[in-house]
């Protein structure tokens, strides 16, 4: 059991009032609030050991690079990745998939196929659209029901020898439905494609095991697991990092320059050209180390509940519509109430102290599916309580009164 009101003692930010009122955050889909630790780290690495990394013969720079690569280690365990070279730092998850996706453009030919699911981001759709105009290669998309699962089905016929690449997301951020990555990852590999595996909104309810999915790629941002914004991780199987090419050019990614020639760096630094996020670097693995002691079971298990008693408030209220109810989803509920528009919901709550997300969630091709402009998503961490669920409950049937 989770003592969550010495969990939430960890948090400064849920102690605030916003609008006079307490704040109840259900925006953690979009991104995490931090416990002391993580904000504690932060300022003690400006404090003490402020440095650039991998170039300095000096005591600083030294310190700075050990507690950089430490952290790299933290995140290979984490995910139980084979080398820690094969954990690449990014910006976060978007600047991930775009390195894939720019380096597949050396990789495919007209007649190729790249494969996308309907419950995509748009940060997973974007990148591969981009690439098939540039090497003339189909996207192919793998559709989903009415309870937001993708069709296992139309997957299996999807799939081809033209299949270079599948790319997927763990849980869906719109919906919360978990996807069967380890099926699917499976069924590509029996094609000879390659997968990217978008674990943005499954890092922080469960730790992948990156080995045992067997998947090519997977990634996802630190913002999302208590961590800084501008980092994330690019986790890539060591074969396929060494046949991608560079995705930028500039200092730290090379071994050698002159104006001839230039030679790339081993991995990781071949894709992590400039001088990097340091600190982000460094403080996600006290957010991983943070998470951890928790417990990924325990999280998992709570947030379950939570899940399961706001869905059953929400669903007493006349004229609610849950969207997607797979029977395999994380703590994400989005829905609407017949008859008004999600953000007028969403700003009268507001006013309540209620931070929920509205909007189509960068994933329209969703909405378009259901023909909805958009949904009031409540998205719930492992600090959230009950009582929130009934904070909020209340202030949407206040809202619901107000604009009917």
């Known amino acids: ?27 953690n889909g979009a991104t995490s609030q931090k416990p002391q630790v993580v904000i504690d780290a932060i300022a003690n690495y400006y404090k003490t050991i402020n440095a650039n990394i991998h170039r300095g013969v000096h005591t600083l720079s030294q310190l700075a690079t050990d507690a950089y690569e430490v952290s790299r280690g933290k ?25 894939v996706a720019n380096g ?31 090497t003339g290669a189909t996207l192919k998309v793998i559709p989903m029901n009415d309870k937001g699962e993708l069709i296992l089905s139309k997957y299996d016929k999807l799939l ?10 763990h849980i869906s951020n719109a919906l919360g439905t978990i996807n069967p990555i380890e099926i699917m990852i499976e069924k590509a590999h029996q094609v ?35 961590g800084p914004t501008g980092v994330g991780i690019l986790y890539g199987k060591e074969a396929w990092l060494q046949k991608l090419p560079p995705y930028q050019g500039g200092g730290e990614m090379i071994a050698t320059v002159s104006f001839e020639k230039t030679t790339y760096a081993d991995l990781p630094h071949k894709f992590e050209a400039g001088t990097p996020n340091i600190e982000g670097g460094i403080v996600l693995g006290t957010a991983i180390d943070y998470l951890n002691q928790i417990g990924f079971e325990n999280i998992a298990a709570y947030e379950n509940e939570l899940l399961t008693y706001a869905t059953s408030k929400l669903l007493e209220i006349e004229g609610v519509k849950i969207f997607g109810t797979a029977s395999d989803k994380t703590s994400v509920i989005s829905f609407n109430i017949e008859g008004i528009h999600p953000y007028d ?20 091709p969703i909405m378009d599916f259901f023909n909805i402009p958009g949904t009031i998503r409540a998205s719930f961490a492992f600090y959230n309580t009950k009582e929130e669920i009934d904070i909020f409950v209340e202030a949407v049937k206040k809202a619901q009164m107000m604009l009917s």
């Open 345 to 364: 919901i969403g700003t009268i709550i507001d006013k309540l102290g209620i931070a929920v997300r509205t909007g189509h969630h960068c994933a329209q």
């Open 75 to 99: 995140i290979q365990h984490h995910i139980n990745a084979k080398h820690s070279h094969e954990v690449i730092f990014t910006s976060g998850t978007t600047h991930a998939i775009n390195v």
């Open 104 to 134: 597949f453009a050396s990789l495919l030919k007209v007649g190729d196929e790249v494969l996308v699911s309907a419950l995509e981001h748009h940060s997973n759709i974007v990148p591969w659209q981009m690439l098939c105009e540039k």
């Open 160 to 169: 081809s020898d033209k299949t270079k690449i599948v790319t997927v997301n």
């Open 192 to 226: 000879g494609a390659a997968v990217l595996i978008d674990g943005a909104q499954a890092v922080p309810h469960l730790k992948p095991d990156v080995q045992a999915l067997d998947c090519d790629f997977y990634v996802f941002s630190g913002h999302k697991i208590c």
């Open 1 to 27: 059991m989770l003592d969550i009101q010495k969990i939430r003692a960890d948090f400064p930010i849920l102690s605030q009032k916003v609008n006079g009122k307490p704040l109840v955050y259900f925006d």
